[in-house]
């Protein structure tokens, strides 16, 4: 009998645990779209330590870091998220953004290539990715 309450005890504080895991992330975005920033990227971060598979959290760590026009920070947390989910297609997008700001249209070029295989909801997106890289085109020519 006592073994059946340790088991019982054991599960429920394996899933209590594994609950407020998820919890982080939910409150995290909550906080984002209020605009609480500092706090979101805390909870972003903590939800990283618990659950560090979990792309969507450095994709929403690395929007912050655009905010705070960390650029490095945003472009890691960018490649991190490709790294775990190579077919994320807002990263790729805003990875795009980065290397055509840089006028790196080699790499933009690239990468475009790879968002035409994936895209699927944001297909529109490419309009304007061709927009500016024929605009640097142009720039360059003259």
């Not at 309450?5 to 209020?34: H, P, Q, R, T």
């Not at 490709?82 to 690239?110: C, G, Q, T, V, W």
């Amino acid at each position: 009998m006592k073994y059946i309450i340790i088991i019982f005890v054991f599960f429920g504080l394996c899933f209590s645990s594994s609950a407020e895991k998820n919890n982080y992330f939910d409150e995290a975005k909550m906080l984002f779209e209020e605009e609480k920033f500092e706090e979101s990227k805390f909870l972003f971060q903590r939800n990283i330590v618990y659950n560090p598979k979990d792309a969507e959290s450095y994709l929403y760590l690395s929007k912050i870091f655009i905010l705070e026009e960390n650029k490095s920070e945003q472009e890691k947390n960018l490649n991190t998220t490709l790294l775990l989910d190579p077919k994320h297609e807002e990263a790729m997008y805003l990875l795009i953004d980065i290397e055509l700001k840089r006028s790196n249209f080699s790499k933009a070029e690239e990468l475009k290539k790879n968002f035409t295989m994936i895209c699927s909801v944001m297909c529109e997106k490419l309009t304007s990715i061709n927009t500016r890289l024929k605009e640097f085109e142009k720039k360059d020519a003259s």
